[in-house]
């Protein structure tokens, strides 16, 4: 038989027990990367879930988006459109006043000129504040409406029959209406 000695039976036995305390050490090791390398994948898994359905709201909030971008532009075209017919309204509203002041004015000084021989001077100041009304409304409608009055002006008596002192009738003077 072989013998032994003491001491290398005790360095055997001190490298079986590192062996042992190595493997020990490496299963724990595995162990935990195996729990680490779990969690992980429950996280990314958890993520994934997450994900797909903020990408599902992403795509609603994207459309609703869209939408409401839409109707903010529409809204925008419709408010600008508004204002325009307003100030075209006002515009028309001032003009009109205008003419009817002029035609106050142009009706009650006809019926002095009727009567009265010494306003032979009034009638050549009521046309010329006749143009001067005319030249406004062109400033305010321009084109076609101002060619218009410009074609149809005429100094004419008063007593002609429904007709203004600038020779349109009552119905052409509000024919831009």
Do not use: C, W
Not at 49 to 56: D, H, N, Q, V
Not at 71 to 87: G, T, Y
Not at 91 to 105: D, F, T, W, Y
Request: without cysteine; proline residues 2%.
């Amino acid at each position: 038989m072989i013998s032994l000695s003491p001491n290398y039976v005790k360095l055997v036995l001190v490298l079986l027990r590192r062996i042992l305390a190595n493997r020990q050490s490496a299963a724990r090791s595995k162990e935990r990367k195996i729990k680490y390398t779990s969690e992980l994948e429950r996280k990314v898994q958890t993520l994934q879930t997450e994900a797909t359905t903020l990408s599902a709201q992403l795509t609603l909030l994207q459309r609703d988006t869209t939408g409401l971008t839409a109707e903010n532009r529409e809204l925008k075209l419709r408010l600008q459109s508004m204002e325009e017919q307003a100030k075209l309204r006002d515009a028309l509203n001032e003009a009109l006043r205008e003419e009817v002041q002029r035609l106050k004015i142009a009706a009650g000084q006809a019926v002095n000129l009727n009567g009265n021989p010494f306003n032979g001077g009034l009638q050549q100041q009521i046309s010329s504040y006749s143009v001067q009304q005319q030249q406004q409304q062109m400033s305010y409608f321009g084109g076609h409406q101002a060619q218009h009055h410009n074609q149809n002006h005429h100094h004419q008596s008063p007593s002609n029959g429904g007709q203004s002192l600038s020779g349109q009738s009552l119905n052409d003077s509000m024919d831009f209406i």
